[in-house]
Structure formats: C-alpha cells, structure tokens
C-alpha cells in the first residue's frame, strides 16, 4: 500500500525531492533511516512501502495492491496520476461509485467519463 500525503510536496509520506530523483526514507529506533534515490515519486513511494513492509505485488484478490502496481505502470507509460487531498481517492478527477471507481475529466465544459 502506499501512503499518500496532502502535506507533502511528491504526494507521498516519507518521500522528497533530492535534486532532480526522489529519495524515500523512513524512521528507526528514532533514527531517520535513507531508503533510496529513486527517478520517480511513485518508485520511491513503492520502496518506502516494502521497507516498511506494507508492499505486495499485485495479484487478482489484492485492490490496494493492483492500485500500487497500476501507479507504477502508469508512470512507466509516461502517464502523470494527478493526486488530490481533498477528494477521498487521493486523486484528481476519480471518485468511488458503489464499490468501483469512475475517472472523469472536463473537456469544452463538460464532463467526459
């Protein structure tokens, strides 16, 4: 699982800028511990997540899993996920209807879905 954070500039917990890469980092026994630099915030928000040991791979009966691995292939894919701290997904322009999630954009003034 990755953890997603409005007060952080990448969007992620435990994630910053580090010159042009990202590092990830955590705590331990009081101590700020570096887990890597990384190209990409998702990369070293999917590296802070194994380290702290809350990262699967994704199979079918795994969600938040399967949404970890999507992250990491949208970004692969050149794809930008837009995160948002006031929607209840974490991101811009998703919202859950029932138990799937539905991803609108605005186009000329209108909704698309």
Request: one cysteine or more.
């Amino acid at each position: 699982r990755l953890h997603l954070s409005s007060s952080s500039a990448t969007g992620y917990k435990n994630v910053c800028n580090h010159g042009s890469r990202f590092q990830a980092r955590r705590w331990v026994d009081g101590r700020q511990v570096c887990c890597g630099y990384f190209g990409t915030a998702v990369e070293a928000a999917v590296a802070y997540a194994r380290a702290v040991g809350e990262y699967t791979p994704a199979v079918a009966a795994e969600p938040a899993a399967v949404a970890a691995e999507a992250e990491v292939v949208a970004e692969a894919e050149g794809l930008r996920l837009h995160l948002s701290s006031s929607g209840a997904t974490g991101y811009k322009g998703v919202s859950k209807s029932g138990s799937r999630f539905q991803a609108r954009h605005t186009v000329d003034g209108r909704h698309q879905s």
